[in-house]
């Protein structure tokens, strides 16, 4: 540990940002993830203020045998973000966003988080595909997939990028595009953190808003079948202006369970009015919170439903078709969550992101259908086995109604190895393979979704 603390004085020399280590009085909050039950401790958290920080950590890290763990939003469920007895490399210090509106493009640092995005670029009523939760960070999202309210209309957050610069395993800063570092740029759009540490990413931009059409409108547990069997009916013509997701959850009281459906439009107000006019009119809903609002309200409407510290524990798939035996499936085990903040949610694919072929990105979950979460969270440590169980008991009872895709971003951490990279990858795992081979044959970064080099 001596070596370590003059070791890092010596880097001091070359390093902007702040080290910390266990003594230094924001340690425990800076070391947390969003997920309570994720406790790591490692043994320095090199705090970047940019690219040649990040270099100089890296080759810190490698020097010192530390194992790296990437910090972005730290919204992972898996708590990638962190490490025990290694170097979390935090880019919370790195966010801004610099909107450039005659380009409609926005470069965003590699720490940045969505709610900020949203904000920057809503200033010149532009946006793009990102997450609905303002507090998940860009760099985890964007380098998975990154499903939001505008993927029907302008696909992944993924397929927005122009290009990322990138701290590869050797410190060498890059640029990942069309036009350079091509193979690098497949892979990023996709490969999650496995290439190496991206320090800003550039987006293309939409004219979106200000004003939008979306939020939330539920109805009473018992009529959940029915909700589900509009849900399906809706999403069978949906266009691409418009986004549904369906919830199986527990109302703000903490006790009354409820079905809702949650949508975004984003074309002009009057088709959007006619677009969840069927949902407002449809049975006698309890709530009714959809109509005009703001983009980036929208974005962080659902924010208080998922607190930072609250214990998280995930399990999802992809379901093609939502058969009738689905949905009872759905509706008989959802509402037995122990934890009023655990729920089903169900995301629907469709329009631009799914016109993408598999191959032409990393990312190869282009099909249409329903991504479909068994999201457990609760606060208590006591309460752990008992929502474990359910989020389990719930998946498995699902498991005849599943294909075999996964979304990557929503891995938890005991899925992992080659079947989770199937899941996740499908036919594009030999070419990962072959440019992590290239990029970082060490495996530098390895706490990940781990697609692991050629020996
Ligand atoms: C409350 C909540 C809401 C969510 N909502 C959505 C949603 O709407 N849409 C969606 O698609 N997903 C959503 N997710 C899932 C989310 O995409 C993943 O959790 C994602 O990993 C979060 O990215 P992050 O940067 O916050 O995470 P982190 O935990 O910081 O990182 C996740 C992974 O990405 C790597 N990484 C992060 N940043 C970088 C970087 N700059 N360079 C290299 N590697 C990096 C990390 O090393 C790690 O392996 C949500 C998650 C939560 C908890």
Redesign the pocket.
Known sequence: MADLVSALLELSKVFTGRMLQPATPEWDDTRR??NGLIDKRPAVIAQCRGSADIAAAVRFAREHTLEI?????????GG??TVDGGMMID?SPMQYVHVNPAARTARAA?GTRWGHFNLETQAHGLATTG???ST??V???T??????WLMPKYGMALDNLHQVEMVLADGRIVTASATENPDLFWAVRGG??NF???SSFEFRLHAVGPIVTGGLVAWPADKARDVLRLFRDLTAKAPDDLMLVCGLLTGPDGATKLAAIIAGHFGSATDGAAAVAPIKSFGQPVLDAMGPIPYSALNSMLDAA?PRGAR?YWKSHFIENLSDRAIDALVAHAYRTPSPLGHVVLEHFHGAATRIAPTDTAFALRTGGYNTLVLGQWQALADDTANMAWVRQTYAALRPFVGAKRYL??LDQDDAGEAALSAAYGPNVQRLRAVKTQYDPNNVFH??VNITPAK
């Not at 763990?69 to 469920?77: D, S």
């Not at 380098?143 to 939001?148: F, I, N, P, S, V």
């Open positions: 993830v969003h763990a990437v910090h972005g939003g730290g919204h992972n469920v990638r973000a880019l590699g997450g609905v939760v998940t960070g760099g985890g999202l380098l998975g997939g990154g499903l939001g999650g953190g190496g540490v991206a998922y998280n971003n929503y706490l990940n």
